[in-house]
């Protein structure tokens, strides 16, 4: 592999759906120690919302809300949060402190992707990094994929990610889309793939993602969640991937943290 893969765990934010956010503080803080231990890239730890942080769930209001959860930031972690383009007022977002997240996810629908980027560009200026999800990328056309990635291009985000919403595509939908978007994106600018398991083929796409991209130099984003857990079918398992990664990529994530985070917080959800 030409570039680097990072792992981003989302059982906290994809995760949420499932349980009405309510993980409760133990589980929280107990899987962000766990997934920054076993080496996890990236955790995103909930979602930024309009209303008041209630304790023990993972919609919070400010950055700060978070910071009750993080124990012992790591350098080498990334830790993100994700907002719906239309959903959240940027106005009460405060400038970024170092105190808690590093980087927000912005996810938009696709007749609002310049919108969404839009936001982005606000959330740049306050200093936190951006990453953006486009939602149901299968349904863009060409012409609009090549519109998304020069858009793209022009914010300057850490990564743009192909975002499976339905559980829908195939081998060959991800292959035509991956090869558009590598051919336009800028080089700098990481590739992700976020995919649901609703025709059981999502840990087998996130591995042809990764194969894909094997032969370019570009950096990739795969979403996981533990155990899959994520809206509707779920996702692909930070346990699979993480142990595919280990022995076909030389990736070094730690799978006893990773089994013991599922066997002490995952069988309550």
């Not at 934010?13 to 120690?33: Q, S």
């Not at 979602?47 to 950055?63: A, I, N, S």
């Amino acid at each position: 592999m030409g570039g680097k893969i990072q792992l981003l765990d989302c059982t906290l934010r994809d995760g949420a759906y499932v349980v009405n956010a309510k993980f409760g503080e133990p589980a929280m803080r107990g899987i962000i120690k766990k997934m920054q231990d076993a080496n996890i890239d990236i955790v995103e730890c909930g979602w930024l919302k309009d209303e008041p942080h209630e304790k023990g769930t993972t919609y919070f209001h400010v950055p700060s809300d978070l910071e009750n959860y993080l124990i012992e930031k790591k350098a080498n972690t990334t830790y993100v949060v994700m907002i719906d383009w239309d959903r959240y007022d940027l106005n009460q977002l405060p400038p970024y402190d170092r105190n808690s997240i590093d980087a927000i996810r912005v996810v938009f629908p696709q007749n609002k992707f310049r919108e969404g980027i839009a936001k982005g560009k606000i959330i740049q200026e306050k200093g936190y990094k951006v990453y953006f999800q486009a939602a149901n990328t299968l349904g863009y056309t060409d012409e609009q994929l090549i519109s998304l990635a020069e858009a793209v291009n022009e914010a300057q985000p850490v990564s743009l990610s192909v975002v499976d919403t339905f559980g829908a595509m195939f081998s060959e939908d991800l292959q035509h889309i991956v090869t558009i978007l590598d051919k336009h994106l800028k080089p700098e600018i990481k590739l992700g793939f976020h995919s649901h398991n609703n025709q059981q083929l999502s840990f087998a796409m996130s591995m042809e993602f990764v194969r894909m991209l094997s032969t370019t130099n570009r950096d990739v984003v795969v979403d996981t969640s533990l155990c899959g857990m994520g809206r509707g079918a779920g996702n692909t398992t930070t346990e699979l991937m993480s142990n595919y990664l280990n022995s076909k990529w030389q990736a070094n994530y730690n799978m006893n943290v990773i089994m013991d985070a599922i066997d002490m917080y995952m069988g309550y959800f």
